[in-house]
């Protein structure tokens, strides 16, 4: 079965930290471009950070210096590392896999919500 489930989410103050988590079952994980999206209420979903099967990463301007988006191939885990979590940053964030030739695969989802 495909799927990606996010964990790791929650709430927190501002200036605190958050890992989120991200596990793949039924893909090709070490062969998958992996990513983070987010989504605050009314807003579109944005691309936050994503990392090749090489390791090579890309993140969005706003969250530069903060956050840092890692995998283990070995556990085909994903990991989005978020430091001083600013109140912008509130938004379900959700896991996504880009495969070679195949469909994307999207995870459900995990509330992250930043209090000032």
């Known amino acids: 079965q495909v799927q990606l489930v996010e964990s790791g989410g929650g709430l927190v103050q501002a200036g605190e930290s958050l890992r989120l988590s991200c596990a793949a079952s039924g893909i090709i994980f070490s062969g998958s471009v992996m990513g983070w999206y987010r989504q605050a209420p009314g807003k579109q979903r944005e691309l936050v950070a994503t990392?090749?099967?090489?390791?090579?990463?890309n993140y969005v301007d706003s969250v530069k210096g903060r956050f840092t988006i890692s995998r283990d191939n070995a556990k085909r885990t994903v990991y989005l590392q978020m430091n001083s979590l600013e109140p912008e940053d509130t938004a379900v964030y959700y896991c996504y896999a880009r495969r070679p030739l195949l469909s994307d695969v999207w995870g459900q989802g995990t509330q992250v919500t930043v209090s000032s």
């Open positions: 990392i090749s099967s090489g390791g090579n990463t």
